[in-house]
């Protein structure tokens, strides 16, 4: 069953991205295409595929479980059913962005990513000094029936006093400007698991 996004969810996100730089859909992708997301996250996890998440980028990266605790994977084409409707999904999110804001974006990498009881992403913003490539941000939670006191919010620095905290509810899509908006994730109390991914723009660009 193809995934028909509706046209009005896109624009919201392109509109909010143009107003204040991030969005947030309660309901971006049907329960059950979340739900196939979620037990292959959770297989893969069982498998031993997942690795501690690295901080940095190439040779000088390094993990440190001080900074983030979280341990990823990242996504191939054709690797499963869901994972291609998930990349389907992002691939009509990637060309409304250009539609609508002229972005350039070229393309969308992703990985799984399990936070396990206690981990956290301390404070950072999703841009390497060394790399701009990485223009939009999006966030996709996977857990059903978050509960406030399991932790592990996103917490995202707005402008000087202004923070706010997203519930990593499953079925739930954040986006942002990643070079703009700082943000942390909150100790988790149980296993959280989320897609996380980034549109790229094109290497040595001038913007
Ligand atoms: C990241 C990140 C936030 C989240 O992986 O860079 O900030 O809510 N993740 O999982
Ligand atoms: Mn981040």
């Keep these: 069953m193809p995934i ?8 919201t996100i392109v509109d909010d991205l ?13 329960e059950a295409l979340i739900s196939a997301l979620a037990a292959e996250c959770r297989h893969r996890a069982a498998e031993g595929e ?3 998440a690295g901080v940095g980028r190439g040779t000088g990266q390094e993990v440190r479980e001080a900074i983030r605790g979280d341990r990823i994977q990242w996504l191939e084409p054709g690797e499963s ?29 992703c990985h799984f ?6 981990a956290f992403y301390r404070r950072h913003v999703d841009r390497f000094r ?16 978050w509960q406030p006191q399991d932790g592990g919010q996103l917490r995202m620095f707005l402008a000087e006093d202004a923070q706010l905290d997203v519930q990593p509810e499953a079925g739930s899509l954040v986006v942002f400007l990643s070079g703009d908006i ?7 109390r149980r296993d959280r698991l989320s897609l996380t991914g980034w549109f790229r723009r094109r290497g040595n660009e001038p913007f």
Excluded: K
Aim: aromatic share 10%.
């Design 130 to 145: 060394d790399d701009d490539r990485r223009a939009v941000s999006a966030i996709l939670y996977l857990n059903e029936n």
């Design 4 to 11: 028909c996004l509706e046209y009005p969810m896109l624009s």
């Design 113 to 118: 990513a399990l936070y396990p009881p206690g």
């Design 50 to 52: 997942l690795s501690p």
């Design 18 to 30: 143009a107003n204040r730089g991030w969005s947030r859909q309660p309901f971006f992708l049907p």
């Design 182 to 188: 700082p943000h942390e994730v909150l100790p988790a």
């Design 81 to 109: 059913e869901a994972c291609d409707r998930y990349l389907t999904a992002m691939d009509s999110l990637r060309q409304a962005l250009n539609q609508g804001l002229y972005l350039g974006l070229e393309d969308f990498e």
